[in-house]
Nanobody, 114 residues
Framework: QVQLVESGGGVVQTGGSLRLSCEFS????????MTWYRQYPTSRLMVARI??????TYADAVKVRFTISRDNANSTASLRMDSLKPEDSGLYFC?????????WGQGTQVIVSS
């Protein structure tokens, strides 16, 4: 069974940095792209995505400031968040899609104080 466990959230001042991690288990990590989402009141929106080959894609709001990466040896996907702004605050989830099933972690909270 696929499991995702996020960590690394916390409280940081404006301009600070955080590194979120997502530990993946249950199947072969190297075969799958990983995505970070952020929860909004009515939806979850993609923040960053990395393909199985390591190619990243970013939402416009986080380009330049955020960096997604993957560590295949440790089955982990990470999101480095720099120059954080109060509007980056929220609950962040990692996600993997296997065939037609989406798997989610429990989320990790990011709070950026002004």
């Amino acid at each position: 069974q696929v499991q995702l466990v996020e960590s690394g959230g916390g409280v940081v001042q404006t301009g600070g940095s955080l590194r979120l991690s997502c530990e993946f288990s249950g199947t072969r990590f190297t075969e799958h792209g990983m995505t970070w989402y952020r929860q909004y009141p009515t939806s979850r929106l993609m923040v960053a995505r990395i393909t199985s080959a390591g190619n990243p894609t970013y939402a416009d709001a986080v380009k330049v400031r955020f960096t997604i990466s993957r560590d295949n040896a440790n089955s982990t996907a990470s999101l480095r968040m720099d120059s954080l702004k109060p509007e980056d605050s929220g609950l962040y989830f990692c996600n993997v899609r296997l065939t037609n099933t989406y798997y989610w972690g429990q989320g990790t909270q990011v709070i950026v104080s002004s």
